[in-house]
């Protein structure tokens, strides 16, 4: 399975847009890439994903490059809730396998 | 209704023990797995597993071993407990390999080992 890279952390002003970036370049046709995201240890809670489309929903939007090799996810107005780990993932659509959670980002809104 | 449920939500335990870890979906999914993550923050998949198929992480230890009585159940047995088993451990389940609609995870089991 394709594995992802993020930066270890980034900082966001409350109200401002956070642009989260993840680098997959091995990730292949059958693949889909996940953001999900982990607030303390509370259970991983999922955001968004695509396939090659940029995608929106009320939470976030997803970039991928045309090339799928990397995405960005975007928090468009980040609240101090929005402080957590957000990890990047690529998932196949069959064949459950060893989809890996990378190291994430640890994303602080500061006020 | 809580999709992915997992019990107990702590766990104290000494070392050489043995125990159990619960885990059901009510979202009909046919695929299930455990994670693990430790004091480093790192989600580490353990198994997954579905009717037809479990797929192991070769890292873990045999000492842990997943039970599936029907397709909405995965327990995780640990025989032995070590104290570098304490960690969260994670249930998650999908459709297929989770790729059309993703994964969903409980809440966790926090298992110490003293």
């Known amino acids: 399975d394709a594995k992802t890279t993020q930066p270890t952390s980034m900082d966001c002003a409350e109200g401002r847009a956070a642009n989260l970036p993840c680098n997959h370049s091995?990730?292949?046709?059958?693949?889909?890439v996940y953001w999900y995201r982990q607030i303390h240890s509370q259970g991983p809670q999922y955001i968004i994903h695509?396939?090659?489309n940029n995608e929106t929903n009320e939470m976030a939007s997803l970039i991928i490059t045309e090339d799928r090799k990397s995405s960005t996810l975007i928090l468009p107005h980040a609240t101090l809730r929005d402080t957590a780990v957000y990890y990047c993932?690529?998932?196949?659509?069959?064949?459950?396998?060893?989809?890996?959670f990378g190291d994430g980002t640890t994303l602080t809104v500061k006020p | 209704d809580t999709a992915v449920s997992q019990t107990p939500k702590y766990l104290v335990t000494q070392m050489g023990n043995d125990k159990s870890i619960k885990c059901e979906q009510n979202?009909?999914?046919?695929?299930m797995y455990w994670y693990k993550q430790d004091s480093k923050k790192f989600l580490k998949i353990m198994f997954s597993y579905n009717n037809k198929e479990l797929i192991i992480n070769e890292t873990v230890p045999n000492r842990f071993s997943p039970k599936s009585p029907d397709k909405a159940h995965l327990n995780l047995h640990i025989n032995s407990l070590e104290l570098g088993d304490s960690a969260v451990y994670f249930c998650a389940s999908s459709q297929g390999g989770g790729g059309a609609y993703g994964y969903t995870f409980g809440s966790g089991t926090r298992l110490t080992v003293v």
């Open positions: 695509g396939l090659k």
């Open positions: 091995t990730i292949s046709g059958n693949e889909y």
């Open positions: 979202l009909g999914h046919d695929t």
């Open positions: 993932i690529v998932i196949p659509v069959t064949n459950a396998g060893k989809s890996t």
